[in-house]
């Protein structure tokens, strides 16, 4: 089992910076893959960026170039570096943990961060 939370949300004006971070708790998450997703109001959720075990990352077009995600195993954290944030970045961000070991896949989801970018 594993526990997430989030922090570092906010309001933020159109280009500005946040750092999201997301710490772990009840198992080491070295195993895992750790992602951030987003959900905007009326819109379902979708991936942002997901960093594997190995180190190779997946960021969705739309993050490419202005958000980095980054993890420390000893810390058990992740976090997600944004930059030139545009409103359409508004959305809770959550971020995920998940390993599949068949038959079983282990997910798990953090509450959530609200991010406002708005002038």
């Known amino acids: 089992q594993v526990q997430l939370v989030e922090s570092g949300g906010g309001l933020v004006q159109p280009g500005g910076s946040l750092r999201l971070s997301c710490t772990a708790s009840g198992s080491s998450i070295s195993i895992y893959a750790m992602g951030w997703y987003r959900q905007a109001p009326g819109k379902q959720r979708e991936l942002v960026a997901r960093l594997l075990s190995d180190g190779t990352t997946d960021v969705a077009d739309f993050a490419k170039g202005r958000f980095i995600i980054s993890r420390d195993n000893a810390k058990n954290t992740v976090a997600l570096q944004m930059i030139s944030l545009k409103s359409e970045d508004t959305a809770v961000y959550y971020c995920?943990?998940?390993?599949?070991?068949?038959?079983?896949?282990?997910?798990?989801w953090g509450q959530g961060t609200q991010v406002t970018v708005s002038s």
């Open positions: 995920n943990a998940r390993y599949i070991r068949v038959p079983k896949d282990y997910e798990y």
